[in-house]
């Protein structure tokens, strides 16, 4: 009843499939999204007698989750790329929570140099529209790779492809003796802004995982610039 009630009480406007599939997304940790879909199938199904949450399948526990690398990995594989586009590629991934296809394919449209943020426009399943942001770090390579210029609204950011940086990644994996891919960056991205005292669902935004009723509340200028706020109080940090 407590459940049903807080979810009653959040959504707005008429209730169907779609807006109980949005509020489910929007809760990141598997164990608690299972408690809602069981509290919905209770109300939705057992008591109102309708089919809303009959396709809704209950989430199942991760049993080879991503492990999340320590900050003495993530520093210790970074200094052993070779190449500058690959230590760019490889911080971006580490500061915005972006995924390595995302990073990959950024062009300077996807990108407010002035206001280091990056946008990126996703709309399936599991991967939304996305809005975050990269640190003064990364903002440093920037300049470094593009001579102090920017590249045209239709021009690559990098100059490389997933192959050559993955053989890139391999190699300083071998000089650094530890692994750590694009994922576990991810994974390490989420829990240091956790640790950071940011909340999960700024993480999920930043991350390209809120539904797109949340996103739409940040498309606004001075929105934005609420997440910018949330994320440079974080403080991220990947080499200091």
Same mark, same amino acid.
């Given at each position: 009843? %407590?459940?049903?009630?807080? +979810?009653?009480? =959040?959504?707005?406007?008429?209730?169907? @499939?779609?807006?109980?599939?949005? %509020?489910?997304?929007?809760?990141?940790?598997?164990?608690?999204?299972?408690? %809602?879909?069981?509290?919905?199938?209770?109300?939705?199904?057992?008591?109102?007698?309708?089919?809303?949450?009959?396709?809704?399948?209950?989430?199942?526990?991760?049993?080879?989750?991503?492990?999340?690398?320590?900050? =003495?990995?993530?520093?210790?594989? +970074?200094?052993?790329? =070779?190449?500058?586009?690959?230590?760019?590629?490889?911080?971006?991934?580490?500061?915005?929570?972006?995924?390595?296809?995302?990073?990959?394919?950024? $062009?300077?449209?996807?990108?407010?140099?002035?206001?280091?943020?990056?946008?990126?426009?996703?709309?399936?399943?599991?991967?939304?529209?996305?809005?975050?942001?990269?640190?003064?770090?990364?903002?440093?390579?920037?300049?470094?790779?593009?001579?102090?210029?920017?590249?045209?609204?239709?021009?690559?950011?990098?100059?490389?492809?997933?192959?050559? +940086?993955?053989?890139?990644?391999?190699?300083?994996?071998?000089? @650094?003796?530890?692994?750590?891919?694009?994922?576990?960056?991810?994974?390490? +991205?989420?829990?240091?802004?956790? =640790?950071?005292?940011?909340?999960?669902?700024?993480?999920?935004?930043?991350?390209?995982?809120?539904?797109?009723?949340?996103?739409?509340?940040?498309?606004?200028?001075? $929105?934005?610039?609420?997440?910018?706020?949330?994320?440079?109080?974080?403080?991220?940090?990947?080499?200091?």
């Amino acid at each position: 009843m %407590y459940l049903v009630g807080k +979810f009653l009480r =959040e959504v707005e406007g008429p209730i169907n @499939a779609d807006v109980i599939s949005d %509020y489910l997304l929007e809760i990141s940790e598997p164990g608690t999204r299972k408690n %809602y879909l069981s509290a919905f199938k209770r109300f939705f199904r057992d008591f109102l007698k309708t089919s809303l949450v009959d396709d809704f399948k209950r989430p199942t526990p991760n049993e080879n989750p991503t492990p999340c690398p320590s900050d =003495e990995a993530v520093r210790a594989v +970074f200094y052993e790329l =070779e190449y500058l586009r690959d230590k760019l590629l490889y911080l971006l991934i580490a500061t915005s929570g972006l995924r390595r296809g995302e990073a990959l394919g950024l $062009e300077g449209k996807h990108i407010n140099f002035a206001f280091r943020s990056v946008i990126i426009h996703k709309n399936t399943k599991t991967k939304r529209t996305g809005i975050t942001f990269y640190n003064d770090e990364v903002e440093n390579l920037v300049n470094q790779y593009w001579n102090g210029s920017k590249p045209q609204d239709e021009t690559k950011f990098f100059h490389n492809t997933e192959i050559a +940086f993955r053989k890139q990644l391999h190699k300083a994996w071998k000089k @650094a003796g530890l692994k750590v891919t694009p994922q576990m960056l991810r994974v390490w +991205f989420c829990n240091k802004m956790g =640790e950071l005292g940011v909340q999960d669902r700024y993480i999920d935004i930043f991350c390209g995982r809120a539904p797109k009723s949340v996103l739409a509340k940040h498309y606004t200028s001075r $929105e934005t610039q609420k997440l910018k706020a949330i994320y440079d109080k974080a403080g991220l940090k990947v080499l200091n």
